[in-house]
């Protein structure tokens, strides 16, 4: 007889608890930019990704009183409406890209994308560090899979080299690493990719809206027009959803290939109205940017200077604290201080770099930075 399934997972919680890694939903209710509130207690707000504080920013509600809720079926059915088409519109003008196409999520834009693009028979070239999303489309594909080093180069021209010239050549890369906080060498991969007749895809997650003129994400600021980019709208956009931009035929071909598209509803017509609104206060945001930046900055050399090891400039900031056990109870000191920000462990994160994931955002200020390092 099989066993009860709650008694099953209970055996298996038990482990997770064991090993440091069991994990919490908070109950938090937002109070404002750059604020949540749990228990009661207002607290600052350092684990959001909402950089530029455009989750709770003005908008036209008055616009939006017609705009319909659901878009009742799939895109490819009747579910294609003019807020849809807006919105691309916006967002492709936004990145310079000829094309884009929403989906209802990031993680759905990769695992829906990616097997798109490559299938059995071709190949696949992903960063070591690349966000989970990236990796389950890379093995949704079904085509082969190589790691290559974490933004190593050598690693991944030696690949290239030494791949059979058959099939496509697929690489898959992130502008601004989501755990690491550091920055892909876009240009040098344009280049890798150029050369060796691979196609580069590029998930601007944590850049496009922070980084670059006006936001327009690294690969702008590279001079790099990748063949895929993947931008998300539920961090500096303050929204929800995600798009890929690039040509009209790469569009085309998504919408009669990404699984993770085809098979689901569309985007909210209503949420992509206010993607076409949070469009132009990105492009704005110079301000919220100069000010996200400063407090990175600020908060990195504050780690270092009481010896905490720090990886990314920004706009993600983490203190490495190595044990899971470490890092949770650092989370623990910062919520008694009155901050929020999580410790982030495998299997987010390799083995022994369990870390605080620290994000200012425009939101805050410099005394903010100053209780966060006070309590670390
Ligand atoms: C957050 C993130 C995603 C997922 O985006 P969602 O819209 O939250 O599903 C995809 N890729 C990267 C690199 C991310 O950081």
């Known amino acids: 007889m099989q066993r009860p399934l709650d008694e099953a997972i209970e055996e298996r919680l038990a482990e997770l608890s064991a090993r440091g890694l069991r994990r919490t939903l908070l109950p938090l209710s937002s109070a404002g930019p750059g604020l949540a509130v749990l228990d009661g207690r207002t607290y600052l707000d350092f684990g959001s990704n909402d950089y530029l504080g455009l989750a709770h920013a003005p908008l036209d509600w008055d616009s939006l009183r017609e705009v319909a809720t659901g878009a009742r079926a799939s895109r490819l059915v009747t579910g294609n409406l003019a807020p849809h088409l807006a919105a691309e519109r916006k967002l492709a003008d936004f990145v310079g890209a000829p094309a884009a196409l929403l989906f209802t999520s990031g993680y759905a834009t990769n695992v829906g994308t990616i097997p798109a693009l490559v299938g059995p028979g071709d190949h696949v070239f992903s960063d070591a560090l690349n966000h989970a999303s990236l990796i389950d489309g890379c093995r949704l594909s079904r085509a082969s899979v190589q790691v290559f080093g974490h933004n190593d180069l050598r690693d991944l021209e030696r690949r290239l080299e030494q791949t059979p010239a058959s099939g496509a050549r697929l690489i898959v890369t992130e502008g601004v690493f989501s755990m690491e906080g550091d920055r892909a060498p876009l240009a040098d991969l344009a280049t890798l990719a150029r050369a060796h007749g691979a196609w580069l895809l590029v998930d601007e997650a944590h850049s496009l809206g922070i980084l670059g003129p006006q936001g327009r994400g690294v690969c702008a600021a590279a001079g790099v027009q990748p063949d895929v980019l993947v931008g998300t709208l539920g961090k500096a956009f303050g929204a929800q959803g995600a798009f890929v ?85 650092r989370e623990a000191r910062l919520r008694d201080a009155g901050i929020i920000a999580r410790a982030i462990r495998p299997p987010t994160v390799p083995e022994g770099t369990s870390r605080i994931r620290l994000v200012p955002t425009a939101a805050h200020d410099a005394a ?5 390092l006070g309590a670390l």
């Open 245 to 329: 931009a690039g040509s009209e035929k790469l569009r085309q071909l998504l919408f009669h290939r990404a699984r993770s598209l085809v098979f689901s509803t569309g985007v909210s017509p209503l949420l992509a109205a206010v993607v076409s609104r949070r469009t132009p206060q990105v492009e704005a945001a110079d301000e919220g940017r100069a000010t996200q930046a400063t407090l990175c900055e600020r908060l990195a050399t504050g780690l270092r200077e009481r010896g905490i090891e720090v990886r990314g400039s920004g706009p993600i900031v983490t203190a490495v604290f190595g044990d899971p056990r470490a890092a949770t109870d």
């Open 368 to 372: 903010a930075v100053d209780r966060v």
